[in-house]
């Protein structure tokens, strides 16, 4: 068998864009495609994703006819674990891709995911810009008591994935610390499996973000450090979680509408974001960055092949 995929990155953060060769679900959308993928053909997640094919970092798009006609693509996006809800540094490799095959030109494009419709924009010197689904802070100054790390206290939003959100608490945010880092978000994620606190409909809170002052020759107005589900970190911003944080932010009276948050990642690499209010106290999260497309693969599935599917650990 034989998958075609493009890989590209996102302010360090790798997209594998599946083109060709993948197994079709029976209805369009990209909620049934999601459904389709978990049930009958979760092996391809595994296969482009999991080691010796891929690495921990890796997110996955897969494209597919969307519900919606207005939207120019469908895409589920998936990881080392599982599928995301949302996912923009994702967003933003798809439309690149899209656009070095020559199926997108410059302007605004609809796209359709399980979490919603989102609007990207492509301009003509290559930054992409990303109106996200409504996103909101659900709970303030939650505290949580960790095994390890004592109480931690954050806060919970929605940014097309479930988020919570760490000021200035557990190691420093710096590149020499992601062990340590990683350690205290796992803490920090099992803790809150553990106190039952979730998203506002029981949804697992995955991702876990940490913030501080942006180190020495970092360029934003803060750094951050996001653990997601599969235990690997973003190298992005994370498109998201700055949907999330600028959330918290406007809740909170910090950021006005219009005003510019520009969000560093544990790399230094920056997403801009902004937002617009909308009625029922939620906003519309406007998050920009840029891609580069690193390859174009054919991956082989050798049927003798005892790690074909991938090695799970
Ligand atoms: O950019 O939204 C994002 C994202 C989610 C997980 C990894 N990146």
């Given amino acids: 068998m034989k998958i075609q995929v493009i890989d590209s990155h996102t302010g360090g953060e790798p997209t594998r864009v599946v083109v060709g060769g993948a197994p079709k679900p029976p209805l369009p959308g990209a909620c049934e495609a999601r459904k ?34 207005s939207c120019v693509t469908g895409v589920v996006f998936f990881n080392n674990v599982s599928y995301l809800n949302g996912c923009l540094h994702g967003t933003i490799g798809v439309v690149q891709t899209l656009a070095y095959l020559g199926r997108l030109q410059a302007g605004n494009h609809r796209i359709e995911t399980p979490v919603g419709v989102i609007t990207a924009n492509l301009s003509e010197n290559g930054k992409i810009t990303v109106h996200n689904v409504p996103s909101y802070r659900y709970a303030a100054d939650v505290v949580v008591q960790t095994k390890n790390h004592g109480n931690v206290i954050g806060d919970i939003a929605w940014g097309g994935n479930w988020f919570y959100l760490i000021s200035n608490q557990g190691p420093e945010i710096h590149s020499h610390f992601i062990d340590a880092l990683t350690d205290f978000c796992w803490d920090v994620r099992q803790a809150l499996e553990k106190h039952q606190i979730t998203g506002d409909r029981g949804e697992v809170i995955d991702h876990i973000e940490v913030f501080g002052p942006c180190g020495k020759g970092i360029e934003g107005d803060g750094q951050n450090f996001v653990l997601c589900p599969g235990k690997a970190f973003d190298r992005s911003p994370c498109g998201t979680g700055t949907s999330a944080k600028i959330a918290c932010l406007a809740a909170s009276g910090q950021l006005q509408e219009g005003e510019l948050w520009r969000q560093a990642s544990i790399i230094g690499t920056v997403f801009e974001a902004s937002y617009q209010p909308l009625t029922d106290g939620k906003i519309t999260p406007i998050i920009s960055g840029s891609a580069y497309i690193m390859g174009e693969a054919t991956m082989i599935l050798d049927p003798l092949d005892p790690f074909k599917h991938g090695i799970h650990y």
């Avoid at 009958?40 to 969307?66: H, K, M, Q, T």
């Fill in 36 to 69: 389709f993928l978990a049930s009958n053909a979760d092996w391809l997640r595994s296969a482009l994703i999991n080691e010796p094919r891929g690495f921990d970092a890796i997110v996955g798009a897969y494209l597919c006819e969307p519900a919606d006609p």
